[in-house]
């Protein structure tokens, strides 16, 4: 689980996939899993948290307000 963005040691032109984030949102589901694509070829796998949101929230962020 990352705890920090700064973990990722992230460089310009690496890219996050989140698969089915939406889902995750609508379900207020706590922890994702990640594919970073990195500019050098490697891919990772990690697993991030997402805030602790309401349902009110969840729905905001899915209406793309």
Known sequence: TV???QELNLHNGDRIFIKDIKDAV????????ATVYRTNGS???C???LADI???EAD??????
């Open 3 to 5: 705890n920090s963005i």
């Open 26 to 33: 609508a379900n207020l589901e706590r922890n994702v899993t």
């Open 43 to 45: 891919v990772d796998e």
């Open 47 to 49: 697993q991030l948290t």
């Open 54 to 56: 309401s349902k009110d």
């Open 60 to 65: 905001i962020l899915l209406a793309g307000c």
